[in-house]
């Protein structure tokens, strides 16, 4: 259940970011790549990968 609570708090982030952009704010190229990299490496390979072998 810990994981899915980080997960949440990548995705609140997210949101934040995206609000941030929709009023006029700047792309920032670093943030993209780090929450790409989370998405891919935590969430994909390590959560979602504990859950499969669960199944």
Known sequence: MIEHRVIERAVEILAV???????GGELDPVFIDKIVDFVRTYADQCHHGKEEDIL
């Open 17 to 23: 970011e995206r609000k941030r952009l929709l009023s």
